[in-house]
């Protein structure tokens, strides 16, 4: 192996081990780096708050089929949650004794239509997206997570509500940045 090849191979190995303990040593301090379009990209910390409208949460989704197609299709990342999925961070739009109205032209909650909530058809390689319908008062254990800045987001629009058991922590933003919605999927 050439001397340059060498260097540049053990660089590359160097900065992904470091990578992975950083990513480690986030984790286990309550950190949570946030690398999806969903929701701004950076690192959010675990708070010990309750779950209120507006907050940012951290949740296991059920094991369902939806979700295993969004797995397949690498809208969600694998992890340790049940059926094998990552946690998802989302933002919390309504909750018990809200009014809540899921169809392909948007959410509303209270009669209020939610920000980029219009349900696609299609993802961005052409494959359909499940078309979820819903009329309902939340009970105390319901929560409608989405994200209210992109629009091709995988949330509500496509799996429906949330229960309370499903939700790990509320996060907070730490350090942030914007991104581009141009070559993002749901």
């Known amino acids: 192996m050439k ?8 660089s590359v190995l160097a900065m992904s081990v470091g990578l992975f303990v950083l990513s480690m040593g986030a984790k286990v301090s309550g950190i949570y780096i946030n690398t999806t379009p969903s929701l701004p990209l950076g690192f ?26 969004a797995k397949d299709r690498s809208y969600i990342h694998q992890g340790n949650c049940p059926g094998g999925y990552g946690l998802l961070l989302k933002r919390v739009f ?4 809200d009014t809540v109205s899921i169809d392909q032209a948007g959410i509303l909650v209270n009669g209020e239509q ?14 359909p997206l499940p078309q979820y319908r819903l009329k ?15 629009p091709q987001s995988f949330d509500a629009r496509y799996f429906g509500l949330i229960q309370r058991h499903q ?10 940045w914007d991104h581009s919605l141009k070559e993002s999927t749901p």
């Open 94 to 97: 309504a909750l018990s004794g």
């Open 114 to 127: 939610l920000p980029h909530s219009t349900q696609l058809t299609a993802d961005a390689e052409g494959q």
């Open 44 to 69: 959010y910390r675990v708070v010990d708050e309750p779950i209120v409208s507006g907050a940012y949460v951290a949740f296991c989704p059920p094991q369902h089929a939806v979700f295993d197609m």
């Open 136 to 150: 309902a008062v939340l009970d105390d254990a319901e929560y409608l997570l989405l994200s209210d800045l992109n």
């Open 3 to 10: 001397k340059p090849i060498k260097i540049l191979a053990v």
């Open 167 to 176: 939700i790990q922590q509320v996060v907070r933003p730490v350090f942030t």
